[in-house]
């Protein structure tokens, strides 16, 4: 059984730094990519970041410049590093691994950032 286990949320000033990390537990089959995405109250979930097996990166528009993803293809691990923190990116962040045959999603985390 395939586990998403997220850490490193937490509340945070505006212009600080947090550091989210994603651990998979569990044989995954053939990982396509791996992601952050993120929801705020009342509105839609929305793309953060997104890795795929061959390193490429995509980030959303609100977040180019400021966050990066990584992972670590051996623990099956994924990070976020965010970095100049607005309030606006108040939400909670979840992980996502993409594979061959299903997809999976973590239980999510609560990032605050205070103004």
Same mark, same amino acid.
């Given at each position: /059984? @395939? /586990? ?8 945070? /000033?505006? +212009? ?20 952050? %995405? ?5 509105? /839609? ?9 061959? +390193?490429?990166?995509? %980030? ?18 994924? %990070? ?13 962040? %979840?992980?996502?691994?993409?594979? @061959? ?11 605050? @950032?205070?103004?």
């Amino acid at each position: /059984q @395939v /586990q998403l286990v997220e850490s490193g949320g937490g509340l945070v /000033q505006a +212009g600080g730094s947090l550091r989210l990390s994603c651990a998979a537990s569990g044989s995954i089959f053939s990982i396509n990519a791996m992601g952050w %995405y993120r929801q705020a109250p009342e509105k /839609q979930r929305e793309l953060v970041a997104v890795i795929r097996s061959g +390193g490429s990166t995509n %980030y959303g528009d609100s977040v180019k410049g400021r966050f990066t993803i990584s992972r670590d293809n051996a623990k099956n691990t994924v %990070y976020l590093q965010m970095n100049s923190l607005k309030p606006e990116d108040t939400a909670v962040y %979840y992980c996502n691994i993409q594979a @061959v045959f299903r997809e999976y999603w973590g239980q999510g985390t609560q990032v605050t @950032v205070s103004s």
